[in-house]
C-alpha cells in the first residue's frame, strides 16, 4: 500500500499525545510499600487507650513528624506530634505517642510517607477505645499522588523516558550506524527534541515533587521551601544530576552535530562513498577517528550516568540484591534506547533526506539484534526480582502488565524480522538510485512548466541565465526544489525501500505503546511485594478476622430502663481462645451499671447450647470475658439478660456469624 502523502512524523507525535493520555490514566501511583499491620489494629477495639500508635511496612518509607496523625472523634488531633523509629532488622516500623486518659470512642489514623523507590502512599483507618462512635474526623479522600498533580507528574514520567530513548538511541545511531546522519536535519532534529523532551521533562518532575508527594496542590510548585526539601531526598538528588548530565549532553549534541557533521561531508568520503578509507592516514582521517571514538566514549558515559538517575531512585534501588539489580536496570535502559531510539533516527532516515544506505540499516540491524539479546537477559532477573513465583504473574496488576509487555516485545521481535528481511534484499544504493533516476521522468508537474523551462535553461549549454539576482535566486531554488523532488520519487519509487519504511513504522507504534506499559510498570507495586502483604495480611479481613460487633437497645420497662449494649467479641472465630467485651450505656451514651447482665450463645442447627459466658466486672459500664468457647462454626445466637432493678428485666437476642 503506498503512503502518498504520509507525514509519520504527525503519527508519531499523535501516538505519543494518546499514549501520554493513557500514561495519565494510570494514577495514582500504586503503592511501592504497603502497610503490613498496626497497633491497634484497622476496626478494632481496645478496652484502654493505647500508649501509642505504631504502623509496619513492607519496605522502606520516608517519614516526618507530621506523617503520622491520629485525631480524636471531634477531629482534633491528639498525637503528641513527634514520630518515633521503631525499626528493628529487615522490620519497618514507626509510631507515635499518645496521651494518657483519651476519652472512649472512634479514633481516625491517617498517614503518609515516600517509599525508597520515590512513588508516594498514603492510607487511613479507624480504631475504638472502649465503644465506637461517630466521628467528625475528616480524612482526605483523593491518596497522595493522586488527582491533577499525580496525572502531570506520570505524563512528565513518560516523556522523560521517551526524551531518554531519542536522545541516547538517536545519537547511537549516528555514531555506530550512519555517520552520515549527523548531517540530516531530521536526524538532528529528532536527538535534539529528544535532549528538550528530557529537560523539559526532568524540570517539570522536580517542581512537582513537592505536590505530588504532599499537598497535592498544583500551586506548591512554587514553595521553594518544598524545593528546597525536595532537593535533599534521593528521589530529588537524581533529578538534580540528570540535569547536570544534560548541561554535559547539551556539549555533546553540539559537537556531534558541528564538528563530527563536517568532519564527515561528502568531500571527506572515500571511494566507496562510506566514509574514509582504513588506510585513511591523512590529518584529516585521525582527526576524525579521534572524534568519533571521543564522542563513543562520551556518549555511552553520558547514556549510563543518565540511566543511573532512574536506577537509584525507581525499583532496582530496593527490594532485593540492589548491587546487582541497579547495573542490570541500567544495562536495560540503554538497550532499550540503542533498540527503540535508533529505530525512530532510522525511521526519520527512510522518510526524509537523502537515500539510507544498506551498510547504515545492517548496522542497526545487529545492533537491535544484540539489544534484544541484553533485553531478555536483563528482564528476566527484574522479572524474577519484581514478581518472585509464576502464580504473581497472574495474581498481580504488575504480573499482568509484565505479560503484557512481553507479548509486545514478542510481537515487535516479529515485525522486526519482517524488517530484517527488507532490509537483505534492499539493493545498493548506487544501483537503485541509478535505476529511479532513469525510471522518473524529468518533468515534475509540482514544479510548474515554467521552472522547468527555465531550469533546463540553465543546464550546460544552454543561453546564459538573467542577469537579475532575485530571478537567478528564485532559478536557483526552483532547481533545488526539483532535485529534492526528483530525489524523493526515487526514493520512493523502490518497492522494497517502501516496505522497509512501513515495517519500521508499525515497529514504532509498537514501540510508543510499549513504552506506556514499561512507565506503567514504573509506577505499580511489585509483584514480590504485593504478595508479601497478602501473607503479612492473610486473615486479617474484616469478614474472617475483625471483631463480631452488635449494637443491642434495651428497655426493661422501669425507671431508668432505657439503654443499649455495645458487644464485641475478638476475632469471633470457632473454638476457644475469643474474647467478649460487653458495655452499657444510658440514652445519651454515658456509660452505667446495672445490677446484673448475662450473655449465652446457642446453636439450633447443632441442638449446642445456651452455653453461658462467665461475665467479669471490669469497670464501670464494662464487663470481660476471656476464652469464651464456641465450638463449631455456624450463625449462633446471642441472648443478653440485662436487668435494672430488682423486678424490672429484658431479654434480647441477635443472631452472629461465627467462622
Request: charged fraction near 15%; proline fraction near 6%; aromatic fraction near 4%.
Amino acid at each position: 500500500m503506498a503512503l502518498t502523502g504520509f507525514r509519520p512524523r504527525r503519527l508519531l507525535v499523535v501516538l505519543a499525545v494518546l499514549c501520554g493520555v493513557l500514561a495519565a490514566g494510570i494514577a495514582p501511583a500504586a503503592a511501592h510499600a504497603a502497610l503490613t499491620g498496626s497497633d491497634p489494629a484497622p476496626g478494632s477495639v481496645v478496652a484502654h487507650a493505647p500508649e501509642q500508635v505504631a504502623l509496619t511496612f513492607s519496605e522502606g518509607v520516608a517519614m516526618g513528624d507530621d506523617s503520622l496523625r491520629v485525631l480524636d472523634p471531634q477531629g482534633r488531633r491528639v498525637d503528641r506530634g513527634k514520630l518515633r523509629d521503631l525499626c528493628s532488622g529487615s522490620v519497618v516500623k514507626y509510631g507515635a505517642g499518645l496521651p494518657p486518659g483519651l476519652a472512649d470512642g472512634t479514633y481516625t489514623v491517617a498517614w503518609q510517607a515516600v517509599s525508597a523507590d520515590s512513588h508516594p502512599v498514603s492510607g487511613a483507618f479507624t480504631f475504638s477505645i472502649g465503644a465506637p462512635s461517630k466521628t467528625a474526623a475528616a480524612v482526605p479522600q483523593q491518596q497522595v499522588g493522586g488527582g491533577l498533580v499525580g496525572a502531570l507528574y506520570e505524563i512528565a514520567r513518560y516523556l522523560a523516558y521517551a526524551g531518554f530513548v531519542l536522545l541516547a538511541g538517536g545519537a547511537a545511531f549516528v555514531l555506530a550506524c550512519r555517520p552520515d546522519g549527523a548531517r540530516v536535519r531530521s536526524v538532528q532534529r529528532l536527538v535534539v527534541h529528544g535532549w528538550a523532551l528530557l529537560t523539559g521533562a526532568t524540570l517539570a518532575m522536580l517542581l512537582l515533587r513537592t505536590p505530588y508527594t504532599g499537598s497535592g496542590k498544583l500551586a506548591d510548585v512554587f514553595d521553594l521551601g518544598g524545593l528546597q526539601q525536595v532537593v535533599l531526598s534521593k528521589p530529588g538528588a537524581a533529578l538534580l544530576a540528570r540535569l547536570l548530565l544534560l548541561a554535559a549532553a547539551a556539549l555533546f549534541v553540539a559537537v556531534l552535530f558541528g564538528a563530527y557533521a563536517r568532519a564527515h561531508r561528502p568531500e571527506d568520503d572515500g571511494p566507496d562513498g562510506d566514509g574514509p578509507d582504513g588506510d585513511d592516514t591523512t590529518g584529516a582521517g585521525k582527526q576524525r577517528r579521534d572524534l568519533t571514538l571521543g564522542l563513543a566514549v562520551g556518549g555511552v558515559a553520558l547514556a549510563a550516568g543518565l540511566a543511573t538517575t532512574w536506577a537509584i531512585a525507581e525499583h532496582a534501588s530496593t527490594g532485593l540484591q540492589p548491587a546487582v539489580a541497579m547495573p542490570v536496570d541500567v544495562l536495560h535502559l540503554l538497550a532499550v534506547a540503542a533498540w527503540l531510539g535508533g529505530l525512530a533516527a532510522l525511521l526519520v532516515s527512510l522518510y526524509g533526506g537523502p537515500p539510507i544506505e544498506r551498510t547504515a540499516v545492517r548496522r542497526f540491524s545487529r545492533i537491535a539484534f544484540g539489544s534484544v539479546l541484553v533485553l531478555v537477559a536483563t528482564g528476566t532477573y527484574q522479572s524474577w526480582r519484581q514478581v518472585g513465583s509464576w502464580r504473581a504473574l497472574t495474581d498481580t496488576s504488575y504480573g499482568q502488565l509484565l505479560l503484557v509487555k512481553v507479548g509486545l516485545v514478542v510481537v515487535m521481535v516479529a515485525v522486526a524480522g519482517l524488517s530484517r528481511r527488507w532490509t537483505n534484499r534492499l539493493a545498493a544504493t548506487a544501483t537503485t538510485d541509478t535505476a529511479a533516476a532513469v525510471a522518473v521522468p524529468a518533468a515534475v508537474p509540482a514544479a510548474g512548466a515554467d521552472a522547468e523551462a527555465e531550469a533546463d535553461s540553465a543546464r550546460p549549454g544552454a543561453p546564459t541565465a538573467p542577469a537579475d539576482p532575485d530571478r537567478a535566486a528564485q532559478l536557483a531554488r526552483q532547481q533545488a526544489a526539483l532535485a529534492t523532488a526528483r530525489k524523493k520519487r526515487a526514493r520512493d519509487a523502490d518497492p522494497v525501500r517502501r516496505s522497509l519504511r512501513q515495517s519500521v513504522l508499525t515497529e514504532a507504534a509498537i514501540a510508543v505503546v510499549l513504552l506506556v506499559v514499561t512507565t506503567a510498570l514504573t509506577t505499580t507495586e511489585p509483584a514480590r511485594t504485593e504478595e508479601a502483604v497478602k501473607v503479612a495480611t492473610a486473615g486479617q479481613s474484616p469478614d474472617a478476622n475483625q471483631p463480631r460487633v452488635l449494637t443491642v437497645p434495651f428497655d426493661t420497662g422501669g425507671p431508668g430502663g432505657k439503654g443499649s449494649a455495645r458487644i464485641d467479641l475478638d476475632p469471633g472465630h470457632s473454638g476457644g481462645g475469643n474474647e467478649l467485651r460487653l458495655r452499657i450505656s444510658d440514652p445519651s451514651g454515658k456509660t452505667r451499671d446495672v445490677p446484673e447482665v448475662k450473655v449465652s450463645f446457642t446453636l439450633d442447627a447443632k441442638k449446642l447450647g445456651p452455653l453461658p459466658v462467665a461475665l467479669h466486672h471490669s469497670g464501670t459500664g464494662h464487663w470481660a470475658a476471656s476464652g469464651v468457647q464456641l465450638p463449631v462454626p455456624g450463625q449462633w445466637q446471642l441472648s443478653l439478660l440485662v436487668r435494672t432493678s430488682d423486678i424490672d428485666q429484658v431479654t434480647e437476642t441477635r443472631n452472629v456469624t461465627i467462622n
